[in-house]
């Protein structure tokens, strides 16, 4: 079944632990992508990738690193979180960039 | 920059009655935009995309279109079913390896 796997759907932290948040995604797609949902901001992109090693920041960056060393694998990583990175968090992928976007079913991360 | 709006206020209809959700967005006329729902604690899932050259897509039950003069998509659910309840966003591929969403509207349909 084609489908973009998240780890973990749930997750609560303190301030400064980092963490990650994988991604994978097993339709060979060559974009992937990062976004945050807030209420009433929709969803916002963090970063994005449209290869192996190419990666550049979308409209809300900052405290959020990516890498793409895998076709498949695109992980987000948070290395010192904070509370106003509590939100809700889609990884998508696509054939192109401006192809329809597949997502994944979310991870809701708690920055306490 | 490109923003879109949506309607923020929930939208309430009978069953069987055809829904109509609208997406507004500013600046320049994007080459196509799509169609998400999105289903509680679920990711979007991609419904329909029109291009700038068509006025008016279906798919089954779903019907769109693309006012470039007013910049404005509508999206139309005829013989609406409770199943159809979810939340619906309206996204752009700005270019620049970007596409953008609506905030969505929430869509409830009544048995």
């Known amino acids: 079944e084609a489908q973009v796997t998240q780890n973990p759907r749930y997750l609560i932290t303190v301030t400064g632990k980092k963490l990650t948040v994988t991604c994978s995604q097993n339709?060979?797609?060559?974009?992937m992508s990062w976004y945050r949902q807030d209420p009433g901001l929709g969803l916002r992109q963090i970063y994005y990738?449209?290869?192996?090693?190419?990666?550049d920041k979308g409209d809300v960056p900052e405290g959020y690193k990516v890498s793409r060393k895998e076709k498949r694998n695109f992980p987000l990583i948070l290395e010192s979180p904070s509370p106003n990175q509590t939100s809700l968090y889609f990884c998508?992928?696509?054939?192109?960039?401006?192809?329809?976007?597949?997502f994944g079913n979310g991870t809701r991360l708690t920055v306490t | 920059s490109q923003k879109i709006e949506q309607n923020s206020e929930a939208l309430n209809i009978q069953e069987g009655k055809t829904a109509t959700l609208t997406c507004n967005y500013t600046n320049y006329s994007p080459a196509y935009l799509q169609w998400y729902r999105q289903d509680p604690g679920r990711g979007p899932v991609f419904l329909l995309l029109i291009r700038e050259n068509e006025k008016e897509k279906r798919k089954e039950r779903l019907k769109v279109t693309f006012d470039t003069t007013l910049k404005q998509s509508l999206f139309h659910i005829t013989a609406s079913q409770p199943a159809d309840s979810a939340t619906y966003l309206c996204?752009?591929?700005?270019?620049?390896?970007?596409?953008?969403f609506g905030a969505g509207t929430r869509l409830f349909v009544k048995a």
């Open positions: 998508a992928s696509s054939q192109a960039a401006n192809s329809p976007l597949h």
């Open positions: 990738s449209m290869n192996v090693e190419v990666t």
């Open positions: 996204a752009l591929y700005t270019g620049g390896f970007k596409t953008i």
């Open positions: 339709m060979n797609h060559e974009y």
